[in-house]
């Protein structure tokens, strides 16, 4: 199995997830599967979806919410707040130096003051005695104002003894009849080619063998574009915002 067999077109996702909704017999399966923990977050109507450890207004959700409208599902945004905060990792770092892209050039914020490993990025504070999580809800708003009610926060129903932060079988059972998985699964970095050679294909694979059809996932960015830093700043309309947030706690509109 290669990374590629992971996804399916967004224009085929979209028409397979309205088939199989219509099979009885398969939601049924589904909703066993899930009856000792219940996804209690998902709605009645199919949904687009984006999971990250923090969902926060950065050009990744553009990206996700062009795509997610493209579908005329209703977007949902998963969050895993209790996943651990490590330095190494280059995702969990920028929600504490927010980069910017402002006048062509990248500026970073930095949000959070001394910080070690292990803490859950839910328990992190700002250097304005702010939640982070809170911090990035804030900024969510300013960029998507009422964005937030698609949001919800995953880390208990995901977890159990074996995965700390998130069941990934369960997980992407969700994305048979639910909705529509928005993601990449990278390949060309060491960590992340691990976690998808050993968490995410294993997964993938239980789930089809399961169902008898595959989880809908679909690129979030093409191999192209999945490596540009962009995607990872933050609007620059929204670095005045942050500023006023970290420094001075003020509330604005």
Known sequence: MKADDLYTSLEEAVAVLHARRRDAALCAKVEEFHREQPPDFMREKPFACLCRQIITGDNEMLRF????????????????????????????????????????????????????????????????????VDFHSRMLEHGHPGWGVHVQDISKWGSDATHACLNYVRYLALFV?????????????????????????????????????????????????????????YPENLFSVAKAIIHHGVELP
Not at 180 to 205: G, K, S
Not at 218 to 224: K, Y
Request: with cysteine.
């Open 65 to 132: 919410l062009q795509l997610s409208k493209d579908t005329g599902l209703s977007p949902l945004g998963l969050s895993i707040t209790r996943d651990r905060f490590s330095g190494k990792n280059p995702d969990k770092l920028s929600y504490m130096k927010l980069p910017f892209r402002v006048r062509h050039q990248v500026r970073c914020l930095n949000i959070v003051g001394q910080i070690h490993d292990g803490i859950a990025l839910g328990d992190a504070v700002c250097r304005n005695g702010m939640n982070l």
């Open 177 to 233: 009849t639910g909705g529509i998985l928005f993601e990449n699964f990278r390949v060309d970095e060491e960590e992340e080619a691990r976690f998808t050679r050993e968490r995410a294909m294993p997964a993938f694979q239980n789930v089809t063998e399961q169902f008898g059809v595959r989880p809908l996932i679909v690129r979030l960015f093409s191999d192209e574009e999945v490596d540009d830093p962009k995607w990872w700043c």
